[in-house]
């Protein structure tokens, strides 16, 4: 675990399940970057909200309603989302936060039906 006095730099970082309930995922994404070693290797795990399950009717994990997250919670007023208790992200928006924080990504894999069914 990473603490905030911590300065060390890691070879690896592992972040799973995390970042859809972080409610600012580009400020947490640029901490982690930050105690990366330069060639160091970054594993994100993650529901992406644009896959399968989600067009075959599964209901969003965070609402409760179904296609909530491939439409981009547009039904979702935009004062609720604080007390969501998180959100999905599609592949390019995953994309562009770990650009945003410095990290290449450079794989992207999906898991059917979930990444909590791989327990």
């Known amino acids: 675990m990473i603490k905030k006095d911590d300065t060390d730099k890691y070879d690896y970082i592992i972040c799973i399940g995390v970042l859809e309930y972080c409610h600012v995922p580009e400020k947490l994404l640029k901490i982690l970057a930050d105690y990366l070693k330069k060639d160091g290797i970054f ?49 390019e928006e995953i994309k562009r936060m770990t650009d945003g924080a410095g990290l290449v990504c450079r794989h992207c894999y999906s898991v059917y039906p979930s990444i909590e069914a791989l327990n």
């Open 43 to 91: 594993l994100l795990g993650t529901d992406n909200r644009c896959v399968l399950r989600y067009f075959c009717g599964d209901r969003d994990k965070f609402t409760g309603c179904n296609f909530d997250s491939i439409e981009d919670y547009y039904r979702v007023d935009e004062n609720e989302f604080p007390q969501m208790d998180g959100r999905c992200y599609s592949n």
